[in-house]
């Protein structure tokens, strides 16, 4: 049984510091959110207390924030160290992690070590598998540094590393004991990136809350121009909608998956792409519009509601159309889809099940028939 979700307060642009409640039981935790709040030490306070913190961080964000991390939190532990792993998805894997564990035993890391991740999602979900296996489970805070860790990664407790077979395919579930979300590391955020998050952002919408998506469309400008009061507002609300799905369904036996809706057409052009041609956000955004045409051919959907989402995706800088992706020989285009859709997460017995937008409610899952995806791939592509 669905909770019902609180509706969405917009009647204030402020950027007075937000939080976000995310009620696990023995495992809740907070959300903080707001511009500059490493400085203020009540955003620290309350932490499990240790000998030792361990900073996660990458070679791209650590030489930017590690110091102002390191400062902020210094005077609750005494000793900080930090480890630097190499930026990319590309070393989201088991070798990179073992550099965690290096360090920890380096350090001589004990059971109360708490870990901060620093960084994108990619950092978030390493520290976050190393702190929910290194003996046997440590804390950890996230403190994400890309919209998309913000409003996405860092919430939920989803952690892990890819394999070569396929993506965050070795986790755990292992929930934060805090995510802070400070909007300030967003000025040295590439707009590329900015962009991609904004996609997951924007999901919100189509998933649970119409009238969160008229605001951001409202406010299209501000979200283009990284205004702070409206990017309060966004990743709170983002923030809120992700925790009353999660607390309801930690570990997806249902409803979390419609935290995928786009993700099965996006997974397939960011693999079918080959990984890092295509942000995970913008293969989302296209995946959105085709998730959103299949909603409006199978009847669930007013097709104006769906052109205006794909509009709005466009004039935040995302991608609305699906590219071709290379095929050997002559295979067709939605086929090469087709394929690289059914090894989805989400798949039952070679069965695609897509997240489907459905006007006025929350979002659905059900299967479509392969010649209804063919349409709808090939009214969405390229030509
Ligand atoms: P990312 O972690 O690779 O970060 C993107 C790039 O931005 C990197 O080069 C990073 O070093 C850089 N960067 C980060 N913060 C910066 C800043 N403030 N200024 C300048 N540069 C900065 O990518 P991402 O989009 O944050 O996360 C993608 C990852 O998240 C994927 O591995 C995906 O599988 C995972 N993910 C996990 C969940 C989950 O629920 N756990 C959900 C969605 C995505
Ligand atoms: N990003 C999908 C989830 O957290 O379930």
Redesign the pocket.
């Known amino acids: 049984m669905t909770s019902a979700l609180t509706p969405f307060q917009s009647n204030h642009f402020d950027t007075t510091p937000q939080s976000v409640h995310i009620e696990l039981g023995a495992r809740s935790y907070d959300i903080r959110i707001g511009h500059g709040i490493w400085a203020d030490p009540q955003t620290w306070q309350g932490l499990p207390k240790a000998a030792m913190a361990l900073i996660v961080t990458?070679d791209?964000?650590g030489p930017?924030?590690e110091a102002q991390l390191r400062d902020a939190i210094q005077s609750h532990y005494p000793r900080v160290e930090t480890v630097v792993l190499p930026?990319?998805?590309a070393h989201?894997d088991w070798q990179h992690l073992q550099l965690i564990f290096d360090a920890l035993l380096t350090h001589h890391a004990d059971r109360k070590t708490v870990l901060f991740a620093l960084?994108?999602?990619?950092?978030?979900?390493m520290a976050g598998f190393a702190a929910a296996t290194y003996m046997r489970g440590v804390p950890f805070v996230q403190v994400p540094?890309?919209l998309?860790?913000q409003v996405?990664?860092s919430v939920?407790g989803?952690?892990g590393v890819n394999h070569p077979a396929g993506?965050?395919m070795i986790g755990a579930f292992y929930q934060p004991s805090r995510v802070i979300c400070d909007l300030s590391?967003?000025e040295?955020?590439?707009d590329r990136?900015y962009a991609?998050?904004l996609a997951?952002v924007l999901k919100y919408g189509p998933i649970a809350d119409v009238a969160f998506l008229d605001w951001l469309e409202a406010n299209v400008l501000g979200l283009q121009q990284r205004d702070p009061g409206v990017l309060v507002q966004a990743v709170r609300r983002s923030c809120e909608i992700k925790a009353w799905v999660v607390a309801q369904d930690e570990r997806e036996g249902g409803l979390r998956a419609i935290l995928n809706f786009g993700h099965t057409f996006g997974h397939a052009i960011e693999a079918g792409m080959g990984y890092g041609e295509w942000?995970?956000?913008e293969g989302v955004a296209a995946g959105m519009v085709m998730a959103s045409e299949l909603s409006v051919r199978l009847g669930l959907l007013p097709a104006e509601q769906a052109a205006r989402f794909k509009s709005l995706l466009q004039s935040v800088g995302l991608p609305v159309i699906g590219p071709r992706l290379p095929t050997s020989g002559d295979t067709q285009q939605a086929q090469v889809y087709l394929d690289l859709m059914r090894v989805d997460k989400k798949a039952e017995a070679g069965e695609i099940r897509f997240v489907v937008w459905r006007d006025q409610q929350v979002a659905g899952v059900q299967t479509a028939s392969d010649e209804l995806v063919a349409d709808v791939i090939h009214a969405c592509l390229s030509h």
């Open positions: 990458n791209t964000v930017l924030y930026d990319g998805e989201k960084g994108g999602g990619v950092v978030g979900d540094t890309t998309l860790a996405d990664s939920g989803k952690t993506k965050n590391v967003f040295t955020l590439p990136e991609a998050g997951e942000l995970h956000g």
